[in-house]
């Protein structure tokens, strides 16, 4: 590995590996990327360096500025160490339900952050949970708070379309580390921008390629490509656009809490992959597909995040 002049400069590029154990007996190929390896833990870096440098090139953020986001963890994490790195404020609404939140909050101070803690009542007690649910509380602060106060920039993750060419860059890197031989690609949704991204660079590359998007079981609105998808000034931006742009999405699929906390246990020990929930229920709806495919067909997905956020409290949450 080459020497750098910025920890900016590690994220992205990073492993594609593939699995061996939990796909025992099956024909087809799944392929991990490792996302987790970005400086702090996840996917999301891609996210909020892209998100802050192209607001400060649109003039939109601006030194003395504050960065505030609603977010269920990594986002929130990744604007933490980006904001502050480059001199910001940084607000987080932090919006997971119960000790899980309180977990990441340590996260997101430690990057020097200030946290406030939602825990959306209605949520609490049900296991895995929808960021683009759970998120709405803390958006709600955010969008009072950027119209009262012409130096708040808030991130708007969820509607924010550098978020979807940031992940781009990841469907490029896909293409590249298997010389183009992907047949489908798996990815949970939390803002759905990695699954728009990446999607529209392997659509773009094959149409053949299927695009499937996994959900918690949890989740109290529906997504389904084709159907339109509530909008408002705090929610649907990028999802409402994904799941109505013809021939992107193949098929959303729900998973269970406990698929997914299973599955990524069977990662942690079996394959030495160190991933979040999300990442189960993305290798447990990959090995789905690659039962149906035949010898030689390649699924790849995204493990988004580091297992260390996940010890106190496993949940399937995006």
């Known amino acids: 590995m080459s020497a750098v002049d910025s920890v900016i400069e590690l994220i ?15 024909d087809a190929e799944v392929w991990a990327k490792l996302e987790y390896m970005n400086p702090t833990g996840s996917i999301k870096d891609r996210v909020a360096h892209r998100m802050i440098e192209d607001a400060e090139r649109q003039g939109h953020l601006k030194p003395g500025y504050t960065i505030v986001e609603s977010s269920t963890g990594n986002t929130g994490t990744s604007l933490s160490f980006m904001g502050t790195l480059k001199g910001y404020r940084v607000v987080i609404y932090e919006t997971t339900p119960g000790k899980m939140g309180e977990e990441k909050k340590s996260l997101m101070t430690g990057y020097g952050a200030e946290v406030k803690t939602i825990s959306p009542k209605e949520y609490e007690g049900l296991g895995g949970v929808p960021g683009a649910e759970v998120e709405l509380s803390g958006r709600r602060i955010c969008l009072a708070l950027e119209k009262s106060d012409p130096t708040v920039w808030w991130a708007r993750q969820f509607a924010n379309p550098s978020g979807v060419e940031a992940q781009k860059e ?6 590249e580390q298997t010389g183009g031989r992907v047949d489908a690609f798996v990815s ?3 803002t759905g921008g990695t699954l728009m991204g990446v999607a529209q660079v392997l659509k773009g590359h094959s149409e053949k390629v299927k695009v499937v998007g996994a959900i918690p079981a949890g989740s109290k609105k529906e997504m389904k490509p084709g159907k339109p998808y509530p909008k408002t000034e705090i929610q649907g931006g990028i999802i409402a656009e994904m799941v109505m742009t013809p021939d992107l999405i193949d098929d959303i699929v729900q998973v269970t809490d406990g698929e997914a906390v299973e599955m990524a246990l069977r990662l942690w020990r079996e394959e030495g992959v ?12 990959a090995l789905r597909l690659a039962e149906e495919m035949g010898r030689g067909q ?9 297992g260390d956020r996940h010890l106190t409290t496993k949940h399937y949450v995006t």
Not at 274 to 285: E, H, I, T
């Open 298 to 306: 390649r699924v790849v997905t995204v493990m988004h995040d580091n």
């Open 274 to 285: 160190f991933a979040g929930m999300s990442s189960g229920a993305n290798v447990a709806v």
């Open 170 to 175: 990841t469907g490029r890197e896909i293409l």
């Open 188 to 190: 949970s949704i939390g």
């Open 12 to 26: 992205g590029n990073t492993p594609l590996v593939r699995l061996n154990s939990v796909t025992e007996g099956l």
